[in-house]
């Protein structure tokens, strides 16, 4: 058995911690410095993961550790 991410529970994840923090959508683009939300709303619907740099910044900014983040499974 090997790990995956769950890259559509990973985007569950991402909006509810986003929510907990009491930060929008817009917060998250503008603390990424991101021209459109696109990107944040890509991570959470688990169309695409953040890079592991924007990764370490969106735990801190949440407040929270990646491992709080990410979503693993397994996969034969």
Do not use: C
């Amino acid at each position: 058995m090997l790990p995956v991410i769950d890259m559509i529970q990973t985007g569950e994840n991402i909006v509810r911690l986003r929510k907990r923090a009491g930060l929008s959508v817009k917060d998250i683009q503008e603390v990424f410095g991101f021209g459109t939300p696109q990107a944040v709303y890509k991570w959470q619907h688990g169309t695409a993961m953040p890079t592991i740099d924007n990764l370490v910044v969106l735990a801190a900014v949440l407040g929270v550790t990646i491992d709080e983040i990410l979503v693993v499974g397994t996969v034969a």
